[in-house]
């Protein structure tokens, strides 16, 4: 979006190692937002062509996207990088049974994090991370009890400045948890997934319960049978 509409007036680079990008979809979002904007084709085009889409499926495809990520910012005129996700290849390449796996993963996931937090200092851009959800067993409440969490750990989720949880709330309902920002308390917002994209709907009474700095503790509430985390009938 042009600066005269409210946006930055810069491109995105948007790493995709899912292959889940749907270039429909934003058109999609963009049209239903912004209507009295996009209504002509050619606006339509050169807000798609600013998104440089780079689809690297594997951890050394994403290494090497990094290394020459200062080049395709100067070169875009970026200003957002979005990883989607840092957790796809991570998990598909290490076995977390073999010996020597953890320490391997913890170095590359170290790598990745520093060049990106250089990239966005030296820039001064934002840089979304997305993560996965993975099924923590033991611990909490009883010996055999299990309860969905975000992946890749502690010392990943210390990385960022600025961690996001994104869960279920029912059929038509989602919810943001800001469980840690260095300019914002915890706090629990609720949204609905619309043609334009993320509406927050203003309802935020739905409790949480919140497990405090340790994102390994933090339930995430998913549309299956869990029934962690649910606000008790009155």
């Not at 995709?16 to 749907?22: L, N």
């Not at 100067?74 to 998990?91: C, K, T």
């Not at 009883?142 to 960022?160: I, M, Y």
Request: with cysteine; glycine share 8%; aromatic share 6%.
């Amino acid at each position: 979006m042009p600066k005269s509409e409210g946006g930055l007036d810069s491109g995105v680079i948007y790493i995709d190692t899912e292959s889940a990008f749907s270039a429909v979809r934003l058109v999609e979002i963009a049209q239903s937002r912004f209507p009295d904007y996009f209504n002509c084709r050619e606006r339509v085009l050169n807000m798609a062509g600013r998104v440089l889409l780079c689809r690297d499926l594997t951890c050394q495809d994403v290494l090497k996207r990094l290394d020459t990520l200062e080049e395709d910012i100067i070169s875009s005129g970026a200003g957002l990088i979005i990883l989607d996700s840092v957790a796809s290849v991570v998990r598909k390449e290490f076995d977390m049974t073999l010996p020597g796996n953890l320490m391997h993963r913890s170095d590359l996931l170290g790598h990745k994090a520093s060049t990106l937090k250089y990239l966005a200092h030296q820039f001064n851009l934002p840089v979304v991370l997305t993560n996965q959800i993975t099924t923590h067993l033991g611990g909490h409440g009883s010996e055999d009890a299990g309860f969905v969490t975000a992946a890749l750990g502690n010392t990943w989720s210390h990385s960022v400045n600025t961690r996001l949880i994104l869960q279920y709330v029912d059929s038509h309902q989602r919810q943001i948890l800001i469980a840690k920002s260095p300019v914002a308390p915890f706090a629990v917002l609720n949204y609905t997934i619309e043609k334009q994209g993320i509406c927050m709907d203003g309802d935020d009474s739905q409790e949480t319960l919140y497990e405090g700095t340790d994102p390994g503790l933090q339930p995430i509430r998913v549309q299956t049978g869990f029934t962690y985390n649910l606000t008790p009938p009155m």
